[in-house]
């Protein structure tokens, strides 16, 4: 049966075969930091296996400079579980802020009434593709003397008042792996355009250990796979493949941190300028999808800043009664739709998380909620046309049945 993955992106053979090609004759990562620099309005740009490795190499870069004392980091209290792993792996203390289940994006009113001054840095999460109030948060940093790190794991290619995601605040994160904007399998960078951290974070990347022979061979062993069954007429045949884990969300600080594999830089750099024509696809679904939704009652779609132009990876929707999410996922699933629950617990309900938070940061109401009722729907580029309404349908029909 056919199915349609929940996030991702096309890889035609020309792709591969141009990846490939650079890759085995040639050394494009110096290009590729350039041209990602570019992308994001920085100066500077370092390439790591992860983005989880970035976030850490960039807050040991921050910590070198900074006071003592300040060792927490703020991240959302929803977001992607890797963002606390690698506070944690750095050596520091997480902490948790609520957020605004309308935006995703911090809640204004826990900012304020935040105690930073033990913070060393603030994550911002650009959730989706959808960019938070970044310049907001650019104030609220510069104002406490506090990094912020601008998290566009899946946000390249957005912008907020027209500068691009990543590009806002002391350091950017990106992401190459499955599931966002582009991907060789793995891989992220760091960007920068303050001096002072620069510098830093030459010493931090050159710590930072070589990605392996063995790392890249097997990227370029799962790319062809990836790009196969990433297919709907393939895809279905592997999704319910247990030991693949796909979509499953774990916490675990004990990643690699490394470099990127050089050998990947290549097909990422062909990417890049692949980025536009598929956030212009991602975008139109999604905006088919906004209109399909729009004016079902018992969902929500987030709204993006005025000022934000999105860059969707999926297409975020909340349950006013989370209570139907189960069987609205498992309708979908049986129609062949690869819809999700997303992270499945906010971050002060992570165990593992939860255990070095202080009781100050361990009740969050509007990340509980996100978390118990979000549903996030494919707007990739192999979603087929008529897809919004059939989402549409099997939702409102697995509503009206209460
Ligand atoms: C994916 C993601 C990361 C981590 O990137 P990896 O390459 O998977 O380590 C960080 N932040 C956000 C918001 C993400 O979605």
């Not at 050394?27 to 390439?47: G, P, Q, S």
């Not at 027209?162 to 806002?168: A, D, E, N, W």
């Not at 030991?243 to 990643?255: A, E, H, N, R």
């Not at 129609?335 to 997303?342: P, V």
Request: glycine share 8%; hydrophobic share 45%.
């Amino acid at each position: 049966m056919s199915y349609i993955a929940p996030a991702g992106t096309p890889l035609g053979l020309a792709d591969l075969a141009a990846g490939l090609h650079a890759g085995l004759f040639r050394d494009d990562a110096d290009a590729l930091a350039a041209k990602l620099a570019c992308m994001t309005a920085t100066a500077r740009c370092w390439l790591t296996v992860s983005g989880r490795a970035a976030i850490t190499t960039a807050l040991r870069a921050m910590r070198g400079s900074a006071d003592e004392e300040r060792v927490e980091v703020v991240v959302p209290g929803y977001t992607c579980y890797s963002v606390a792993a690698a506070v944690v792996r750095a050596g520091l203390r997480p902490r948790v802020c609520d957020i605004d289940p309308e935006t995703l994006d911090y809640d204004g009113n826990a900012l304020r009434e935040l105690d930073t001054t033990r913070v060393l840095a603030i994550a911002s999460s650009n959730l989706y593709g959808i960019p938070n109030d970044l310049t907001a948060l650019e104030l609220y940093a510069a104002k406490r003397d506090i990094y912020l790190i601008d998290d566009a794991a899946q946000a390249l290619g957005a912008t907020f008042a027209g500068r691009p995601v990543g590009g806002f605040g002391e350091a950017g994160i990106l992401s190459f792996e499955k599931g966002k904007n582009i991907t060789t399998m793995e891989g992220g960078a760091i960007v920068t355009r303050n001096g002072m951290l620069a510098q830093r974070l030459d010493a931090a990347h050159a710590a930072l250990p070589k990605s392996s022979a063995a790392s890249a061979v097997r990227a370029w062993l799962k790319l062809p796979v990836y790009a196969a069954f990433f297919r709907p007429s393939l895809y279905g045949l592997i999704c319910r493949l247990p030991f693949l884990g796909l979509g499953k969300t774990v916490y675990d600080p004990t990643f690699e941190l490394a470099r990127y594999p050089r050998a990947l830089a290549g097909l990422a750099l062909h990417l890049s300028g692949r980025l536009e024509a598929l956030s212009g696809r991602r975008n139109a679904n999604a905006a088919d999808m906004r209109t399909a939704l729009e004016d079902l009652p018992g969902v929500k779609l987030v709204r993006p800043h005025p000022l934000a132009a999105p860059a969707y990876t999926r297409l975020p929707c909340l349950l006013e009664a989370p209570a139907h999410r189960a069987r609205i996922l498992a309708a979908l699933d049986r129609a062949g739709i690869g819809a999700s629950a997303s992270y499945p617990r906010a971050l002060c309900d992570v165990p593992e998380v939860r255990a070095v938070l202080p009781p100050s940061d361990r009740e969050l109401s509007g990340a509980r909620f996100v978390a118990a009722s979000i549903l996030t729907l494919p707007i990739h580029p192999l979603c087929p046309a008529n897809l919004a309404e059939r989402v549409r349908d099997i939702i409102q029909r697995e509503l009206s049945r209460g």
